[in-house]
Each structure stands twice: as structure tokens, then as C-alpha cells.
């Protein structure tokens, strides 16, 4: 199966308080993105369409190998992700989408997530376990509900999907609409999504805590 990774890059990483976009903020020298794509092609993807900042084309360009394509990304995630989608060929089986901000995902991931769509899967998560008590809270932060825990799951990237199956999910859905991952887009279109185990090695980096902790991982 012919399947195409995408790495969304296009987010402005304020949070992280870095003066680039989080996706070129170096760990251990290498770019973000460029930590992103070399999980996915070790893992087994055959191409990779990354969507960036218009503002910083050719900085990524220039930090990434020659082959992988580039497309301008939107104001959110979501858009992002629907610009690359546009890049897909369609000859493509499985669609993989990966946050340029998880860098140290393990290959293996990627090719349990692969394998789950060979299998048959049309969407396919990595997760882990929630070990901390998980509430729920209102407006004014009082606790309404705690949730059991054994059900809850944390989930990373890369997601997989059956690339026909992402692309209707994502024709159907409001232009304007705000997802926080892909499967989130599947669901509303009533489709399954599975799950295969994630990693904690693909934790994403938001505030520069993680990354000084991703720094750590790749110094040991
Ligand atoms: O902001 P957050 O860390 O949740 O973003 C997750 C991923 O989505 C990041 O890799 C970021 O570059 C990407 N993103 C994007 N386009 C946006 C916002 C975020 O590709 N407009």
C-alpha cells in the first residue's frame, strides 16, 4: 500500500516562546521537521507533503530532503492538514498525519500504525494510558465529573487513514471548523477509528519544559 505521511508545520509555536516557527526550532541541531519526516520515511511512508508557514518557505525548504513536497498551510491545524490533503496523490492508499512537534516519535509507531491499515483499519490512532485522575471542571474550575480512568486514552501522531476515507471527512466538514487531530474529523463523518500503542518518546513539545526534556532524551 502506497502510503504518503503529512507533517503539519505550519503553527506559529508562541507558546514555546522561540523567535521561528516551533517546527524550526533546532533539538540537538536538526529542525523540528526535519526529526518529523525522518520518523516517517524510517517507519515506512513512501512520500511526505509538509504544510509550513507561507512566511518561511524557503527556510524549510532548505532544511529538508530533496523529494519532499511543500504546501502552504492555513491558521489552523485543520486547514493545514486540508491544504497537504490536497497534495495527495491520488494513487495513495494510506494517508498518515504526524505534528511536526512530536520529534522523537519512534519509526515503530509509524509502522504500527501502517500495519493496522493494511490490516483494514480506515483510521487508526496511537494512544497511551491515562495515569493521573482526569476531571472534569466548569466555568469556575469546580470538579463535575471524574471519569474513569481505565477508559480515558492520551493520543499522539501520526494518525493513519484510508485515504479516501480522510479525504470525503474532510469535503464533509465545515470550512470553518476547528479540530484539535484528524480522527476528530473522521469521527463526525461516522467513521471507526481504532488504536495501536503509542510511545511516550512522541510526548509533543509545547512550552520550552519539553523541549528541554527532548534535549535530555537525545543527549542520554
Ligand atoms: O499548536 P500545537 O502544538 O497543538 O500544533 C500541533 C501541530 O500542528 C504542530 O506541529 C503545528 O506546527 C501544526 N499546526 C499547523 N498549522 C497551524 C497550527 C498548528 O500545521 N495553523
Given amino acids: 500500500m502506497f502510503a504518503v505521511g503529512i507533517v503539519a508545520a ?9 523567535d521561528r516557527p516551533k517546527a524550526l526550532v533546532p533539538l540537538a541541531a536538526r529542525p523540528l521537521v526535519a526529526w518529523a519526516v525522518a520518523t516517517l520515511v524510517d517507519g515506512g511512508v513512501d512520500e511526505v507533503v509538509v504544510a509550513v508557514p507561507a512566511a518561511e518557505h524557503d527556510q524549510f525548504a532548505a532544511v529538508l530532503p530533496d523529494g519532499v513536497r511543500l504546501v502552504e498551510g492555513g491558521a489552523t491545524r485543520t486547514a493545514s492538514v486540508r491544504a497537504a490533503l490536497g497534495a495527495v496523490p491520488d494513487g495513495a492508499g ?82 470553518t471548523a476547528e479540530l484539535t487531530d484528524d480522527a476528530a474529523v473522521v469521527r463526525a463523518h461516522g467513521v471507526p477509528v481504532t488504536t495501536v500503542a503509542g510511545d511516550e518518546r512522541a510526548a509533543k513539545v509545547t512550552v520550552a519544559h519539553d523541549l528541554a526534556l527532548a534535549e535530555l532524551q537525545v543527549s542520554r
Fill in 94 to 175: 494510506a494517508v498518515l498525519v504526524h505534528d511536526a512537534a512530536r520529534p522523537l516519535t519512534p519509526p515503530a509507531v509509524v509502522a504500527r500504525v501502517l500495519d493496522a491499515l493494511a490490516a483494514g483499519a480506515l483510521a487508526v490512532v496511537p494512544v497511551l494510558p491515562v495515569v493521573d485522575t482526569t476531571v472534569v471542571v466548569d466555568g469556575q474550575g469546580t470538579v463535575t465529573a471524574a471519569p474513569d480512568r481505565g477508559t480515558l486514552r492520551r493520543v499522539q501522531t501520526p494518525q493513519g487513514f484510508d485515504r479516501a476515507t480522510l479525504v470525503a471527512a474532510y469535503a464533509a466538514l465545515d470550512d
Fill in 10 to 18: 505550519a503553527g506559529s509555536g508562541l507558546r514555546l516562546g522561540a
